[in-house]
């Protein structure tokens, strides 16, 4: 799919990897519509031309006036970008539930809800293209964010489900999981600090705009999967072959809690 001339839907898109989304396929002509919490946050992602929408999208109401205000502006819905998302540090025995709930709301119910907001409206057209963010840790759970990796992981699955649902109507779906990215994620987490080890690996981490990049590509070839890096594969390789080891190397990355 060419982007050019495309409407693009994007969630959580006031800043991080939405936020360089946004960019990135205006730069190659999409037209924007844009949704988060962070209204100032949208306003400088999408400049002048995007259409704004800002407000929580765990509230139904939110996510029929994204789409609404979409299709009023512009008529058609091309892709949509599911990408808002929110981390949780903390050990599965002690993690809060209220917090765990509200990761998994925005993690996966969210996203699920606008997934049914948008996916008739592709349907009726035959065509379109729905990305699902999820992350290395949906593929590969890192125990320093075990319940957030299980809300990843859902995603996976739900991805790879929907895309056997709707073959027949020719909408795409592509599962995006970034590894270590730049972003302000873990001060914008629901609680908790990831451990020292995985602090210092962060000088390996990887810029929004390049894995903005590797999404619009992905969309323009038909991918079924990206991983951003695509370096990612191998660790998820490995992790298959030998999954003793790997658990054993990143247990130790954890230390006590």
């Known amino acids: 799919m060419r982007v050019d001339g495309k409407v693009v839907l994007i969630t959580g898109a006031s800043e991080g990897i939405g936020a360089a989304c946004a960019s990135e396929f205006a730069r190659c002509g999409a037209k924007l519509s844009l949704t988060a919490r962070n209204e100032a946050g949208l306003a400088r992602a999408g400049g002048p031309d995007a259409l704004i929408t800002p407000g929580d ?3 139904p109401a939110t996510r029929k006036r994204a789409v ?13 970008i599911n990408n808002a998302g929110v981390g949780l540090y903390a050990p599965t025995w002690r993690a809060p539930m209220d917090e765990t709930r509200r990761m998994w ?46 809300t990843k992981s859902a995603v996976v699955s739900l991805t790879e489900g929907l895309r056997m649902e709707l073959m027949r109507d020719n909408v795409q779906t592509m599962l995006v999981c970034p590894g270590y990215v730049r ?75």
């Not at 609404?68 to 949509?80: A, K, N, S, Y």
């Not at 948008?118 to 290395?136: D, Q």
Request: hydrophobic share 40%.
């Open 68 to 80: 609404d205000r979409t299709l009023e502006r512009f008529g058609v819905i091309d892709i949509l």
């Open 183 to 257: 972003t302000a994620f873990q001060q914008n987490t629901l609680g908790g600090g990831p451990p020292s080890d995985v602090q210092r690996a962060r000088r390996m981490a990887i810029t929004p705009e390049q894995c903005a990049t590797d999404i619009r590509r992905g969309v323009e070839r038909g991918a079924r999967t990206v991983l951003s890096p695509a370096s990612g594969w191998l660790l998820v390789a490995l992790s298959k072959i030998f999954p003793g080891e790997t658990q054993r190397r990143m247990a130790a990355m954890v230390g006590p809690q």
């Open 105 to 150: 709301e925005v993690n996966y119910f969210a996203l699920l809800g606008m997934i049914q907001e948008v996916v008739p409206h592709m349907r009726a057209r035959r065509s379109g293209t729905v990305v699902n963010v999820s992350s290395i840790g949906g593929k590969l759970t890192l125990p320093w964010l075990t319940l957030y990796s299980s």
């Open 57 to 59: 999208l765990t509230d």
